[in-house]
């Protein structure tokens, strides 16, 4: 790929808390991880077995360093591609977005900020302690815990680190010269106001749902039309079902999206040619070619 040739990046990366297979970042050691108990037999959320935080032996705990690595790997690749002043949006994980910071500023990115996006509802299981000390028969010690539980709060938002390539001129300089490192709040208001790091997007009623970890389309056009202009270049490394793709094509943007997973490649391309797109009037005349790869 060219260098210096991407506006934006903007990427769903995997977060490295055992989700599934292609979550799984690090050595593994323990046969249990990704395996699932009678209790979480037909759930929507939690369905598969992860690592407990505290780690099942000293080996687990590297996992961390090694998610960090694997971030390296491809963000110090990246880097070269990116125009000076141009953003990166990485979501993340609470527990691990900043291994992915840690890797990107080594990379040479600089971190511009970490925005806040609020899901409409979270997916949430913490135990009853005085369950689980009933079923240990201890009547004082249940009494004792009434009303607490094992677990986190509910977590009803996402981050998103936001990184920018640093440039050798001054920031007007920058985007004069390559037309990124300014943001467009004027067209990403909301509400009549200015935005702010606290993103609230929901899934439309006409969005199907193809991936665990889809995000709405309305969040991914909204990062897009702050930091982009027309016809600029996205690129997401990690594309999934390609919403990524379909926002940037219904923002007349251009993209380039990579996706190891030959199903959801299919179904990027599908929702390319036959999802909804709401253009404005005055843009339903332009086209961008609908081809994810």
């Not at 991936?211 to 999934?240: C, N, R």
Request: with cysteine.
């Amino acid at each position: 790929m060219e260098k210096e040739s991407i506006h934006l990046f903007l990427s769903d990366i995997p977060y490295g808390i055992n989700l599934d297979e292609w979550d799984v970042l690090h050595n593994n050691t323990n046969s249990a991880l990704l395996g699932s108990s009678p209790a979480q037999e037909g759930k929507s959320g939690f369905k598969r077995r992860g690592k407990p935080i505290n780690g099942w032996s000293s080996a687990d705990r590297n996992s961390g360093k090694e998610y960090e690595e694997w971030c390296f790997s491809w963000a110090s690749a990246l880097m070269p591609l990116m125009k000076e002043g141009a953003s990166a949006f990485v979501f993340g994980a609470r527990r691990t977005l900043h291994h992915v910071i840690n890797a990107f500023e080594e990379s040479g990115f600089l971190l511009k900020d970490v925005l806040a996006w609020k899901k409409q509802s979270a997916h949430h299981r913490a135990q009853r302690l005085n369950i689980v000390l009933e079923n240990r028969g201890l009547g004082k010690e249940q009494e004792e815990w009434e009303g607490w539980r094992l677990g986190n709060l509910a977590p009803i938002y996402e981050p998103i680190a936001w990184f920018f390539k640093p440039y050798k001129i001054t920031i007007t300089d920058n985007i004069l010269a390559n037309g990124v490192g300014a943001i467009n709040t004027e067209d990403c208001k909301i509400n009549g106001a200015s935005p702010t790091n606290m993103l609230e997007f929901g899934f439309n009623d006409h969005e199907g749902r193809y991936h665990e970890a889809q995000k709405p389309v309305e969040l991914i056009e909204f990062l897009i039309k702050l930091t982009t202009k027309e016809s600029q270049i996205i690129m997401d490394t990690f594309m999934g079902s390609g919403t990524t793709a379909v926002a940037s094509k219904n923002l007349n943007r251009q993209f380039i999206g990579f996706e190891i997973n030959p199903a959801y490649v299919e179904i990027g391309n599908q929702r390319l040619q036959n999802e909804k797109i709401n253009l404005p009037t005055d843009k339903k005349d332009k086209k961008v070619q609908p081809s994810l790869f």
